[in-house]
């Protein structure tokens, strides 16, 4: 299988990492991102994820970004050292092997407890902006299981949910574009019917990759989604993976 060689950044990075480091063993990193911060350098430049690659390897064959996170989006991001781990985890994303569980807290409150959203989804054009939309026909297979966490208010007294999403399939947006399907749109993700504007409240919480040897990493939600989560008196799992920006010297 020919892996999928994403954009090398070109930007110089500060030695300081901006992300933790989940999990780290030869083959793999797995990154916390930070919202706000993506995953290869656009159009217009300004840093990227891939800026911080000679920190993770200075090795010629890597690192390598193994998929994507939208820019907004937080949590788990893996990145290949070497080419053949590449090859091996696209494989089992293909495969569907690859379990991708996220977090969201959205508008409103679903009409049950959980289901399954199985909505093939198509690429729209809507003036300047896109948006990925529910079709019938011609549009890629995406199906999201979901179930509800939890629901409250926030501080303002809107009624908001905690739902946890296990993407079997990884299309563009499929995230927000099954929540705003299930009446219940991201907050903060307006270009998908969300009331206000703002950061969005969506994260990979999770990924486990069924490799010869096993990889799991789990990230704890980004501050603006804490506090929202404080003010509808959730409780969140204590987080269990400290910093290991120490592990992460270059390796030759």
Same mark, same amino acid.
């Given at each position: 299988?020919? $892996? ?9 990075? $500060?030695?300081?990492? $901006?992300?933790?480091?989940?999990? %780290? ?34 090795? &010629?064959?890597?690192?390598?970004? !193994? ?36 977090? !969201?807290?959205v508008q409103g409150t679903p009409d049950? !407890?959980? *289901?399954? #959203?199985?909505? =093939?989804?198509? &690429? ?32 303002? *007294? #809107? ?10 399939t990884g299309r563009t947006h499929q995230?927000?574009?099954? @929540? !705003? ?5 991201? %907050? ?25 040897? =096993? ?5 704890? =939600? ?25 592990? @992460?010297?270059?390796?030759?």
């Open positions: 299988m020919k $892996p999928h060689v994403m954009p090398r950044g070109t930007g110089q990075a $500060p030695a300081t990492l $901006p992300f933790t480091v989940l999990y %780290r063993d030869n083959r793999l990193v797995v990154l916390d991102k930070p919202p706000g911060l993506p995953v290869h350098s656009g159009r217009g430049g300004g840093a990227s994820v891939e800026d911080w690659f000679p920190a993770l390897s200075r090795h &010629r064959n890597g690192p390598w970004l !193994a998929h994507r996170l939208d820019q907004d989006t937080s949590g788990c991001l893996v990145v290949a050292l070497r080419k053949q781990a590449l090859v091996a985890v696209q494989a089992c994303f293909a495969a569907g092997r690859a379990r991708k569980t996220y977090w !969201a807290i049950a !407890a959980q *289901g399954v #959203i199985d909505m =093939p989804l198509a &690429r729209v054009e809507q003036g300047r902006q896109w948006r990925m939309q529910p079709v019938k026909t011609g549009g890629q297979p995406a199906r999201t299981r979901w179930r509800m966490l939890a629901t409250g208010h926030d501080d303002a *007294g #809107i009624p908001i949910s905690w739902l946890e999403l296990v993407l079997e995230a927000r574009a099954h @929540c !705003a399907a299930l009446g219940c749109p991201i %907050r903060g993700d307006t270009r998908y019917g969300a009331r206000d504007a703002g950061a969005l409240h969506l994260m990979s919480r999770s990924i486990h990759l069924p490799l010869d040897v =096993p990889v799991h990493a789990t990230a704890m =939600p980004p501050e603006h989604m804490r506090r929202i989560m404080d003010q509808a008196g959730w409780t969140v799992p204590p987080g269990s993976v400290e910093k290991e920006v120490t592990r @992460c010297s270059p390796t030759h």
